[in-house]
């Protein structure tokens, strides 16, 4: 069993933890859990932080336990939030929790037989049927107000004088009574989770020691931020999700390869299971030139294979070659037209009807028709000529060479001026 805590530790994902839990874990395999509230039916990179700690601790030979708060999605964590979250329904909840499912099971081993295979349990499932009477005596009598009241997060929502509804404020006990639950039913010793998640994780150990006498341990990661003291994870287009329908393979790449070099030292230890030697080789390698993004890379590659495919990565590859000259038409017939677009997004595009695409009899005229490419015949003469324009990376010489070039998704063509500059005619029914 590898060291779970030294991990955490060299990897920079260690924020606080309860005494006690390092010897506890040095007793044998260990269960632990982290919750995901389904607010939405896919992860973001925000997530990948809690997701990385579970898979971490599973390599280190111990059991996780990844939550889907369906009782507590209903109700919303409170926890450094300005305002209250909306409730959802059953249905859109089920949705949520399904997605979520789906992109744990890329990280996390549920399928095997080994004795620490991951688990995936739903806390609506022990929260649907208890009564709110049972609740009170069962759970509520062993917390007190003062206990709640002392949390940051509960006191800072009051400071800033928004308020605090009953719900919110109960919240703390529902996840102390799963962390309980699980204690009791699943011999589940530890909870993990974000740094502001603390308040309410140490409930849950108070929850076990004042309700059954028992043991349990606390222990956070911290919440990730940039250099730059901006959002991690945001982007102007909003979130990065793990749905590739949200957030395409090629944004998330390309979000992982823009990173900056401090960021990216920090990152590809967080994001990554490359060993410590191999990260090390490679801030070496990129200390000696920066220019050439080893880490970026290094990073982009890892956490697009692991959340992704390996196939996808491929694809990525060939898009970003595609702006450097480095493709031919096979790479460009490759993409899907989603990565397509957003690789040339912004370029000027200029549409044409199926019908008068097909009777234009030669590349000059198409490229002529409107002065979206060419202002003039002439421009599209001189260029073609002398070697520079190409459509979808085949050079053409000739003016008046048919219009042959086969169709990029059946209804696009990139045409290319000199090395940089990118013209797309949209052919439409």
């Known amino acids: 069993m590898n060291d779970f805590i030294e ?57 996780p336990v990844a939550l889907i708060g369906g009782a507590t999605g209903m109700i919303g964590d409170p926890s450094f939030k300005s305002a209250e979250r909306n409730l959802l329904d059953n249905e859109t909840l089920d949705s949520n929790i399904a997605g979520i499912q789906k992109q744990l099971e890329k990280f996390l081993d549920f399928g095997s037989e080994k004795a620490n295979k991951a688990l995936l349990v739903n806390n609506y499932d022990w929260m649907a049927d208890f009564s709110f009477l049972e609740f009170i005596r069962d759970v509520g009598k062993y917390i007190t107000v003062n206990y709640m009241m002392a949390k940051d997060s509960v006191k800072r929502r ?10 919110e404020f109960t919240y703390q006990l529902i996840q102390g009574y799963d962390f309980y639950h699980l204690w009791k039913n699943r011999n589940c010793s530890i909870q993990l989770g974000g740094s502001d998640q603390w308040g309410n994780i140490i409930t ?60 990216a030292s920090k990152y590809i230890r967080i994001f990554t299971t490359l060993d410590r030697n191999t990260i090390e080789d490679l801030e070496k390698e990129h200390q000696d030139a920066p220019h050439l993004r080893l880490l970026q890379k290094a990073i982009a590659r890892e956490i697009t294979i692991l959340v992704h495919s390996e196939a996808d990565y491929e694809m990525v590859l060939k898009a970003s070659g595609i702006l450097f000259g480095k493709s031919s038409l096979e790479d460009l017939a490759t993409l899907d037209e989603r990565t397509f677009l957003q690789v040339f997004e912004g370029v000027p595009v200029m549409e044409i009807n199926r019908t008068e695409y097909s009777q234009t009899e030669n590349v000059l005229d198409l490229l002529c028709r409107d002065q979206t490419i060419f202002a003039s015949k002439g421009e599209a003469r001189k260029l073609m000529q002398g070697g520079g324009l190409s459509i979808n990376k085949i050079k053409i010489t000739d003016p008046q060479v048919k219009n042959e070039v086969p169709l990029l998704q059946d209804k696009y063509l990139l045409v290319q001026k000199g090395k940089k500059n990118y013209f797309i005619i949209a052919v439409s029914n």
Do not use: C
């Open 204 to 263: 849950g150990t108070e929850l076990i020691r004042k309700k059954a006498g028992g043991e349990a341990y606390a222990l956070t990661v911290p919440l990730i931020t940039k250099a730059d003291g901006s959002k991690f994870g945001k982007t102007e287009g909003g979130s990065v999700w793990l749905d590739p329908e949200k957030t395409s393979p090629y944004a998330f790449y390309q979000f992982w390869l823009n990173v900056s070099d401090e960021d």
């Open 7 to 63: 991990e955490l530790k060299w990897r920079g994902m260690l924020q606080d933890m309860t005494a006690g839990i390092e010897e506890h874990l040095e007793k044998g395999r260990a269960t632990a859990y982290l919750g995901f509230d389904p607010t939405a039916d896919s992860l973001h990179i925000g997530h990948l932080v809690g997701v990385m700690t579970l898979l971490h601790f599973q390599r280190a030979g111990h059991q």
């Open 158 to 167: 009051l400071e800033e004088g928004n308020g605090l509804s009953f719900t």
